[in-house]
């Protein structure tokens, strides 16, 4: 980063007038950023116009959260004799910096999705979750999926394993136990460098590393995958939390991304599903969803449905786009309702399974806000 210049001042002026309280000088006193605020003006290298040496703002200080709307400062050796004006709600980040903030804020897509159940594995589960919570995996009895599911999938498995010959998808419990053992395994692979982790981690423990805990961030892995830009806002409370997140948008910068909790038909404690019921259900969660996601606060609902039978998926689906056909014009701050499924694929080992994401992103044509991302 020390390598490159991005501005050269041209003159006596500032290069750049921002919206803070401090006005950053060259060694020599010649000012270079008038209004400065240093967590606007990122790892951006200013050439000074009266002893040419370069000053360097630094770096985005740890704990705090990544700007959501930047212009990136490329390496430049044009003189600046006019200075650029930076609205408040803007950051200046240097193109050595962006690329440092991509590789630490963007999920690390784990190298393999396959995993093997074995006591090893449930082994590295356990010993995630104590240096995650600070407290060892509870013993959860054959009732306990709801109480804490992390902690009943592991012991379900391990009195598989004991018992003897079995398969992960052997029955619903069983292939319900290896979702959650995969996916919470996914989550600590793919966010736990991330600068927010702890309070990621917080956040999904609150429900016991269940499938609806470990949905929004399947969600924002799954929307960096297809080329979006995922921002985490700052974490609310003690300890921190992260309810929500934002994706990048042409228009405004940022769109939310509003997880909701669509257990009604959730196996094995939900009820039975038929399309009416479906549909009722559904058209119950995008009209509750009007007080977090309207016009003023434009965004996407993200519905988590968790662990169902095959087909009801295709089903949820098509409930979502009949009742978005004929609500949707009654929130047209609503851009699309996206179910967000954590599911497992067989392999010829019976004892191993692909973990995976399903998204599916459905747009409200009556959507009259920002641009949609991407």
Not at 55 to 77: C, M, N, Y
Not at 78 to 85: E, F, G, K
Not at 160 to 188: K, Q, S, Y
């Amino acid at each position: 980063m020390a390598a490159e210049i991005h501005f050269v001042q041209g003159g006596d002026s500032p290069v750049l007038i921002g919206a803070g309280s401090e006005t950053l000088t060259c060694a020599c006193g010649n000012a270079l950023i008038a209004g400065y605020d240093p967590l606007r003006f990122l790892g951006v290298a200013i050439q000074c116009g009266g002893c040419a040496a370069v000053t360097t703002t630094l770096a985005l200080p740890d704990g705090q959260t990544r700007p959501a709307q930047v212009i990136i400062a490329e390496p430049s050796t044009a003189p600046r004799t006019d200075p650029m004006t930076v609205p408040a709600h803007i950051a200046v980040i240097g193109s050595g910096e962006v690329e440092r903030l991509r590789a630490l804020y963007r999920p690390r897509t784990p190298a393999s999705n396959t995993y093997t159940v074995t006591d090893a594995l449930l082994d590295e589960a356990a010993a995630s979750f104590e240096r995650l919570c600070h407290a060892a995996l509870p013993a959860i009895d054959a009732d306990g999926l709801r109480e804490h599911a992390l902690g009943w999938s592991v012991g379900h498995l391990r009195a598989r394993i004991t018992a003897g010959p079995w398969a992960c998808m052997e029955d619903v419990p069983t292939a319900n136990a290896v979702t959650h053992l995969t996916g919470f395994l996914h989550f600590v692979a793919t966010w736990s460098h991330h600068p927010l982790f702890p309070a990621m981690a917080a956040t999904a423990a609150e429900r016991g590393f269940s499938l609806h805990g470990l949905a929004p961030f399947a969600a924002a892995h799954a929307m960096t995958m297809t080329g979006s830009v995922v921002n985490f806002p700052t974490p609310t409370g003690y300890p921190g939390r992260v309810e929500s997140f934002d994706v990048s948008a042409a228009a405004t910068g940022t769109v939310l991304v509003q997880p909701a909790v669509f257990d009604r038909f959730e196996l094995p404690f939900g009820r039975a599903w038929e399309p009416a019921s479906l549909l009722a259900a559904v058209s119950e969660a995008i009209a509750a969803a009007q007080g977090r996601i309207n016009l003023r606060n434009p965004g996407i609902l993200l519905l988590s449905p968790g662990t169902a039978m095959a087909a009801f998926d295709e089903a949820l689906i098509e409930a979502v786009k009949a009742a978005l056909a004929s609500l949707g014009r009654k929130n047209r701050g609503l851009m699309a309702v996206a179910p967000i499924v954590l599911r497992l694929q067989p392999t010829p080992d019976p004892l191993t399974v692909r973990f995976g994401y399903g998204l599916f992103p459905l747009v409200n044509r009556h959507y009259s806000g920002a641009a949609l991302p991407g």
